[in-house]
């Protein structure tokens, strides 16, 4: 019965660190706090639900593809909502972004309306037993995608020539641009990839829920953001580890406490944090 | 001119430390400053200080030791209630309110004194006339635009603070430390970034501050400026006080030299 | 009083006006440099305070809004002690946190109503006077905190906090009083919010409603006193103008635009201007954007209400 438990808080968790890891990796680069990031997720379901139902696509080409149209989304963001905007007024870009979020989420409603809706069959289903843990296919492919997404990102981060660009940039603008690093392109980047992850997180969020909404951006981004503060700010590994273990926390409280007390349990760990780690739990990466 | 020769003991200091981490940044430092001098503080960089300034004013507090200002322990945790003791300072790196204007900075000096409590300025905020002035805003204004007289800025009051050039940011720094009234005066590196005109400029400013009763300790690189002005003159070096007495004897001292130029120096 | 305007403006002004009210309560913190998304919770705890008080002890209403606002002001400095020392986004997340356990206590605390709400508070026909009343009060009271020496503290505080600290500003204090005096403000929006709509549950005062708050002021202009009152009144009189250009639109005779191209965009025009929720918001969304750029510092500052900004696209880093 745990064993059931501890697969749906991994799942949730899974859904909690691939949003957190774009708001962390754009907060490290930018010190912005990327409210739109949670409508960018549901952009992706939408765009994954499109491609099955109406592209008649496979599952891996409707992830592919939510996740360049959000990596779209993302250069599209810099260059209205980022780049323009005077970042000596640390409210401007924080509202900028606010108003992206609201666009974003009212064209949703206005184009496809404000019901929710059934994401299609497209994996088969069946159960497989492994010891005492059952575990359905369904589960195992957005574990699996989920985990690959994150191995695949730190490598990225940690071993290639692009992720100590956006390494350096995390730490300091200006002693990267000293360095001979495009602190512009880096930025777009990271909106990109950043964007891109929250568009497949949002497409396993579809698989995994058989539904979705244009009003789940709101929920996913408060929720990324706490994870991204336990994590660390700016700190991708601690984004993930803390994803999980949000993730899992809100599922065992809920089983075991009941599940209206499941949401006060993250925001006592958000105020915990704030008053006494406000490094989350393994420091943060942030630039000045 | 307050007589300097009996004048009583301003400031004590017995055993003051401060660690960061295992960083010892002052080793048991004493010291006394007697009321009215000039008492410089000299040291090479990284000496203590900043560290010092910091420690007195309340911004950071002590691992070990006493201060006694004007014959009463000094242990507020709150560095405005020190302010309100009688202890102001400038900074080393201007630290000015970008958007306040040249008066408004100099009043909010003015503030602590004419309001002492919160409480007393919201009252007083609320329930003002709704055309003109209430009688502490008018007496904070004419104090202000004195200090500004004084220093010199009286024709730039209704500037920004951030558009002023540099030696009158400094000028600013002082006024409105000046305004709180203060007994003690703590002037972290004021020539820093002067040219000799304006050393000169300065070297007057501070006798004029001295003369209105205010004791000074003076933070300093500049060594004509220094040994210039100044009744007394305490060295540090790592934290450690290594010399102390009137310049001319600091000047001779070879522990000093040392410091400062790193080897001995045939004199 | 004022029973010549018909019942659709009088709700519009009312909500309108209580919308102003919380405004201020955002902007009273904001004036020391404190930015908290959680006036919401404590429009909810004023609200909630008040109904208890009006429907379960019979306290006249007057004095269970009054009430209402003091329990949001103790329960305002009580936020402000962790707020002390923390800043930047970790304040906007711990005054957020706030807000939601209001919401999360509000849905699973039976006594008010749980999941199906607080239903049947008693409606207050004066409500609309007490609005006005308020922020008339309001009013007087920033006007003369903006000339005052506490006001210039507060933006000293603003601009650089430890230099006013060491220039003997109680910095500890006069933050305590802003948010305890802002979250009380806000308490009596919420008590005047709940017994006009009658009905609140726990997502009537959520983030996205912190959030619109912080919005009115920031985008009215945080730094003089009438900023929060133009944001709010801007920003709430959108959907009415563009219904009115919508009108406006109807009128136009029909030769001149029975043509190609001109029908599709009237079309596409008349679609958009058609007033219904998503698309007032896109439209509020996209000012909002636009503003960020070209006026970031908000309509009103202290050089005036025009001079618009020239968006630059790469930032020059070294």
Same mark, same amino acid.
């Given at each position: 019965?745990?064993?059931?438990?501890?697969?749906?808080?991994?799942? #949730?968790?899974?859904?909690?660190?691939?949003?957190?890891?774009?708001?962390?990796?754009?907060?490290?680069?930018?010190?912005?706090?990327?409210?739109?990031?949670?409508?960018?997720?549901?952009?992706?379901?939408?765009?994954?639900?499109?491609?099955?139902?109406?592209?008649?696509?496979?599952?891996?080409?409707?992830?592919?593809?939510?996740?360049?149209?959000?990596?779209?989304?993302? /250069?599209?963001?810099?260059?209205?909502?980022?780049?323009? /905007?005077?970042?000596?007024?640390?409210?401007?870009?924080?509202?900028?972004?606010?108003?992206?979020?609201?666009?974003?989420?009212?064209?949703?409603?206005?184009?496809?309306?404000?019901?929710?809706?059934?994401?299609?069959?497209?994996?088969?289903?069946?159960?497989?037993?492994?010891?005492?843990?059952?575990?359905?296919?369904?589960?195992?492919?957005?574990?699996?995608?989920?985990?690959?997404?994150?191995?695949?990102?730190?490598?990225?981060?940690?071993?290639?020539?692009?992720?100590?660009?956006?390494?350096?940039?995390?730490?300091?603008?200006?002693?990267?641009? #000293?360095?001979?690093?495009?602190?512009?392109?880096?930025?777009?980047?990271?909106?990109?990839?950043?964007?891109?992850?929250?568009?497949?997180?949002?497409?396993?969020?579809?698989?995994?829920?058989?539904?979705?909404?244009?009003?789940?951006?709101?929920?996913?981004?408060?929720?990324?953001?706490?994870?991204?503060?336990?994590?660390?700010?700016?700190?991708?590994?601690?984004?993930?580890?803390?994803?999980?273990?949000?993730?899992?926390?809100?599922?065992?409280?809920?089983?075991?406490?009941?599940?209206?007390?499941?949401?006060?349990?993250?925001?006592?760990? #958000?105020?915990?944090?704030?008053?006494?780690?406000?490094?989350? #739990?393994?420091?943060?990466?942030?630039?000045? | 001119?307050?007589?300097?020769?009996?004048?009583?003991?301003?400031?004590?200091?017995?055993?003051?430390?401060?660690?960061?981490?295992?960083?010892?940044?002052?080793?048991?430092?004493?010291?006394?400053?007697a009321q009215g001098h000039i008492h410089a503080l000299i040291g090479p960089?990284?000496?203590?200080?900043?560290?010092?300034?910091?420690?007195?004013?309340?911004?950071?507090?002590?691992?070990?030791?006493?201060?006694?200002?004007?014959?009463?322990?000094?242990?507020?945790?709150?560095?405005?209630?020190?302010?309100?003791?009688?202890?102001?300072?400038?900074?080393?790196?201007?630290?000015?309110?970008?958007?306040?204007?040249?008066?408004?900075?100099?009043?909010?000096?003015?503030?602590?004194?004419?309001?002492?409590?919160?409480?007393?300025?919201?009252?007083?905020?609320?329930?003002?006339?709704?055309?003109?002035?209430?009688?502490?805003?008018?007496?904070?204004?004419?104090?202000?635009?004195?200090?500004?007289?004084?220093?010199?800025?009286?024709?730039?009051?209704?500037?920004?603070?951030?558009?002023?050039?540099?030696?009158?940011?400094?000028?600013?720094?002082?006024?409105?430390?000046?305004?709180?009234?203060?007994?003690?005066?703590?002037?972290?590196?004021?020539? @820093?970034?002067?040219?000799?005109?304006?050393?000169?400029?300065?070297?007057?400013?501070?006798?004029?501050?001295?003369?209105?009763?205010?004791?000074?300790?003076?933070?300093?690189?500049?060594?004509?400026?220094?040994?210039?002005?100044?009744?007394?003159?305490?060295?540090?070096?790592?934290?450690?006080?290594?010399?102390?007495?009137?310049?001319?004897?600091?000047?001779?001292?070879?522990?000093?030299?040392? @410091?400062?130029?790193?080897e001995e120096v045939p004199l | 009083m004022l029973d010549w305007m018909d019942?659709?403006?009088? &709700?519009?002004?009312?909500?309108?006006?209580?919308?102003?009210?919380?405004?201020? *309560?955002?902007?009273?913190?904001?004036?020391?440099?404190?930015?908290?998304?959680?006036?919401?919770?404590?429009?909810?705890?004023?609200?909630?305070?008040?109904?208890?008080?009006?429907?379960?002890?019979?306290?006249?209403? $007057?004095?269970?809004?009054? *009430?209402?606002?003091?329990?949001?002001?103790?329960?305002?400095?009580?936020?402000?002690?962790?707020?002390l020392r923390i800043k930047g986004v970790y304040l906007l997340l711990l005054?957020? %946190?706030?807000?939601?356990?209001?919401?999360?206590?509000?849905?699973? =605390?039976?006594?008010?109503?749980?999941?199906? %709400?607080?239903?049947?508070?008693?409606?207050?026909? =004066?409500?609309?006077?007490? &609005?006005?009343?308020?922020?008339? &009060?309001?009013?007087?009271?920033?006007?003369?905190?903006?000339?005052? *020496?506490?006001?210039?503290?507060?933006? $000293?505080?603003?601009?650089?906090?430890? $230099?006013?600290?060491?220039?003997?500003?109680?910095?500890?204090?006069?933050?305590?009083?802003?948010?305890?005096?802002?979250?009380?403000?806000?308490?009596?929006?919420?008590?005047?919010?709940?017994?006009?709509?009658?009905?609140?549950?726990?997502?009537?005062?959520?983030?996205?409603?912190?959030?619109?708050?912080?919005?009115?002021?920031?985008?009215?202009?945080?730094?003089?006193? =009438?900023?929060?009152?133009?944001?709010?009144?801007?920003?709430?009189?959108?959907?009415?103008?563009?219904?009115?250009?919508?009108?406006?639109?109807?009128?136009?005779?029909?030769?001149?635009?029975?043509?190609?191209?001109?029908?599709?965009?009237?079309?596409?025009?008349?679609?958009?201007?058609?007033?219904?929720?998503?698309?007032?918001?896109?439209?509020?969304?996209?000012?909002?954007?636009?503003?960020?750029?070209?006026?970031?510092?908000?309509?009103?500052?202290?050089?005036?209400?025009?001079?618009?900004?020239?968006?630059? =696209?790469?930032?020059?880093?070294?």
């Amino acid at each position: 019965m745990i064993y059931q438990q501890l697969i749906n808080g991994l799942m #949730l968790g899974a859904s909690y660190a691939l949003i957190a890891i774009g708001y962390t990796l754009i907060f490290g680069v930018l010190n912005l706090l990327y409210f739109a990031h949670g409508e960018v997720f549901m952009v992706g379901a939408f765009a994954g639900l499109y491609l099955v139902v109406y592209g008649g696509a496979n599952i891996y080409v409707a992830m592919l593809g939510a996740m360049v149209i959000c990596a779209l989304l993302g /250069v599209l963001a810099v260059y209205v909502s980022v780049r323009p /905007v005077p970042k000596d007024r640390p409210l401007a870009p924080l509202i900028s972004t606010i108003g992206l979020t609201i666009v974003l989420q009212n064209l949703a409603v206005y184009i496809l309306g404000g019901q929710q809706v059934a994401f299609p069959e497209t994996i088969e289903q069946s159960l497989y037993t492994i010891g005492p843990v059952t575990i359905s296919s369904v589960q195992l492919f957005v574990l699996g995608v989920a985990v690959t997404v994150m191995v695949l990102l730190w490598l990225l981060i940690e071993h290639t020539k692009v992720g100590r660009a956006i390494r350096t940039v995390a730490e300091n603008h200006e002693t990267a641009a #000293l360095l001979g690093v495009d602190v512009n392109r880096v930025v777009l980047l990271t909106f990109m990839i950043g964007s891109g992850i929250a568009g497949v997180a949002g497409v396993l969020d579809g698989i995994k829920n058989s539904g979705i909404s244009p009003f789940m951006g709101l929920g996913a981004a408060i929720k990324g953001l706490i994870v991204m503060l336990l994590g660390g700010l700016g700190n991708v590994l601690g984004a993930m580890v803390a994803g999980l273990l949000l993730g899992l926390i809100e599922i065992l409280s809920a089983a075991y406490i009941g599940t209206t007390e499941r949401d006060f349990f993250s925001f006592a760990i #958000l105020i915990l944090i704030l008053l006494y780690r406000p490094n989350g #739990l393994f420091g943060t990466r942030t630039t000045e | 001119m307050p007589d300097v020769s009996s004048g009583g003991i301003c400031l004590a200091i017995e055993g003051l430390t401060k660690r960061f981490g295992g960083f010892c940044a002052l080793n048991e430092l004493d010291l006394e400053v007697a009321q009215g001098h000039i008492h410089a503080l000299i040291g090479p960089n990284g000496a203590g200080k900043t560290t010092f300034l910091n420690l007195l004013t309340g911004v950071l507090s002590a691992d070990a030791g006493k201060i006694t200002f004007n014959g009463q322990p000094v242990d507020d945790s709150r560095p405005f209630r020190r302010t309100v003791r009688g202890i102001a300072r400038t900074f080393q790196n201007i630290r000015l309110f970008p958007h306040l204007t040249v008066l408004e900075t100099v009043m909010i000096g003015e503030h602590c004194r004419a309001f002492p409590s919160v409480w007393a300025a919201f009252t007083k905020a609320v329930l003002q006339r709704p055309f003109g002035e209430c009688s502490e805003e008018r007496q904070m204004r004419e104090h202000a635009t004195e200090l500004l007289k004084f220093l010199g800025l009286a024709d730039r009051r209704e500037a920004r603070a951030s558009d002023l050039p540099y030696g009158e940011q400094r000028k600013l720094e002082m006024a409105r430390a000046l305004a709180t009234q203060p007994k003690l005066l703590l002037l972290d590196e004021p020539a @820093a970034g002067m040219n000799p005109r304006e050393t000169v400029e300065l070297d007057g400013v501070i006798t004029r501050i001295r003369e209105r009763g205010v004791t000074i300790i003076l933070v300093e690189h500049d060594m004509r400026l220094v040994m210039g002005i100044s009744d007394c003159v305490t060295v540090l070096n790592f934290g450690t006080k290594i010399a102390d007495g009137p310049p001319e004897r600091i000047q001779e001292d070879p522990a000093v030299i040392e @410091a400062y130029l790193g080897e001995e120096v045939p004199l | 009083m004022l029973d010549w305007m018909d019942g659709y403006t009088r &709700v519009l002004l009312v909500f309108a006006g209580i919308n102003v009210i919380a405004a201020y *309560s955002f902007y009273v913190p904001y004036k020391t440099g404190q930015v908290s998304l959680g006036q919401a919770g404590f429009m909810a705890v004023g609200a909630y305070s008040s109904a208890i008080l009006t429907q379960k002890f019979g306290v006249p209403f $007057a004095v269970a809004l009054a *009430s209402g606002g003091l329990i949001a002001a103790v329960t305002g400095v009580a936020v402000g002690f962790p707020a002390l020392r923390i800043k930047g986004v970790y304040l906007l997340l711990l005054t957020l %946190g706030f807000s939601e356990i209001i919401s999360v206590i509000a849905l699973s =605390w039976d006594y008010v109503g749980g999941a199906q %709400g607080f239903r049947n508070i008693s409606f207050n026909p =004066w409500t609309l006077e007490y &609005v006005a009343g308020v922020i008339v &009060v309001l009013l007087l009271l920033f006007s003369r905190l903006e000339r005052s *020496s506490l006001g210039r503290a507060m933006d $000293a505080i603003h601009q650089n906090e430890t $230099a006013a600290e060491v220039m003997g500003i109680d910095v500890v204090r006069i933050k305590l009083l802003s948010f305890g005096l802002g979250a009380a403000i806000a308490g009596l929006a919420g008590g005047l919010y709940a017994h006009h709509a009658t009905y609140m549950d726990s997502t009537t005062f959520n983030v996205m409603l912190s959030v619109e708050i912080l919005v009115f002021v920031v985008v009215g202009g945080g730094s003089t006193f =009438w900023g929060p009152l133009l944001g709010a009144a801007v920003l709430n009189a959108i959907p009415e103008i563009l219904r009115a250009l919508r009108d406006w639109l109807e009128l136009l005779p029909v030769e001149w635009t029975d043509f190609y191209p001109i029908n599709r965009a009237y079309d596409l025009l008349h679609d958009f201007l058609d007033f219904e929720n998503a698309k007032r918001l896109i439209a509020y969304g996209l000012i909002l954007m636009v503003m960020m750029i070209v006026r970031p510092d908000g309509l009103l500052t202290r050089d005036g209400l025009l001079r618009l900004r020239l968006p630059r =696209w790469k930032t020059r880093y070294a």
